[in-house]
């Protein structure tokens, strides 16, 4: 109760804070780590992109971790693609057969170009 004149005392609300554009951020940065484990960032960063595009779209109160969130899924994607677009490229060369016409030529191309890929030999 309060006398009249006088007003009682209500903190300030906390600032509001978007869960689309956290999450959106998080996924732009696994997805930036991600892609060290075999291309694995690729989906986190696409997900990432939708998610803060979203809150973008909603002009949430706390843009700038949307923002963040949709440049680094954005990196993220382009650095994968362009990592798919030179691995499928090295795989198509090895595998052209006016190149490397027998099994064993074709087998060495991919040695060489994939030197992770080798197959141990050791019986």
Excluded at 56 to 83: E, H, K, N, Q, T
Excluded at 94 to 104: L, N, V
């Amino acid at each position: 109760m309060t006398l009249p004149g006088y007003q009682t005392y209500s903190p300030p609300a906390p600032p509001k804070r978007s869960t689309l554009a956290r999450a959106s951020q998080v996924l732009g940065i696994v997805g930036l780590v991600g892609l060290v484990l075999c291309l694995a960032g690729v989906i986190p960063a696409l997900i990432g992109v939708v998610l803060g595009t979203v809150s973008l779209v909603r002009r949430d109160a706390d843009r700038r971790p949307a923002i963040v969130g949709v440049v680094c899924s954005s990196l993220a994607l382009l650095i994968g693609a362009g990592m798919l677009f030179v691995l499928l490229s090295k795989a198509a060369q090895c595998g052209d057969e006016a190149r490397y016409p027998d099994d064993t030529s074709r087998r060495t191309c991919v040695e060489r170009e994939f030197p992770f890929a080798q197959a141990d030999r050791t019986p």
